[in-house]
């Protein structure tokens, strides 16, 4: 795996260091009482494995499946539920992870369907945030860290199902990406 990054980004000590922070961050700040945490599958996993961990407070975790990549290096402009079955988020106060916020399409259609589903609020946070021009007006309420415009893979984020386990985040070669 190793052989087909180009460079480390965001080494790992950097990573867990920041999420003290945005722990802390986000602890001080929801509103008390239960959270319920809602994961992006996959990308998100190994990012809200090591925050949640980090937030001593009653939450509860869903996890939901939605497809916007299909696999390459450009969003598709479309974005899938494929799950069958959607939590229950009526009156909750939901904390919506996603692994990296790109277009912004993904964030959009899931807080807008979590907003129509009656979640009493929507926060988000992601690892990463590309620093680009979006397709969709968003932001996230709590980023880890600001990237620039390219293709990464590493702790959750993948290429063609790979490299999620890295335990980094590292730039692509492009000679791996075919
Ligand atoms: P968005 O809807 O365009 O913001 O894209 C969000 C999704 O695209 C993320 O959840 C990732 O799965 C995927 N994605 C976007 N950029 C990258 C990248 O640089 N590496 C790996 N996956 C990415
Ligand atoms: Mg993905």
Known sequence: MKKDIERV????????????????QIEEEFPAGPIVVIILLKGAL???????????????IECLNVASYHGGLESSGKVDFLDRHFPEVKGKHILLLDDILDTG?????????LTEEGAAAVHTGVLLAKDKKR??????????????????VGYGLDYKGKY??????????????N
């Open 9 to 24: 980004l965001v080494d790992e000590a950097v990573i867990q260091k920041r999420l003290d922070s945005m722990a802390k």
């Open 46 to 60: 190994v990012f809200a494995a090591d925050l949640l961990r980090r937030i001593p407070r009653e939450l509860s």
């Open 105 to 113: 399409r993904t964030l959009v259609a899931v807080a807008e369907r």
């Open 135 to 152: 397709a969709e007006e968003v932001s996230a309420d709590y980023v880890g860290f600001e990237i620039n415009d390219e293709f990464v």
């Open 164 to 177: 999620r386990n890295l335990p980094y985040v590292g730039v692509l070669k492009l000679s791996a990406a």
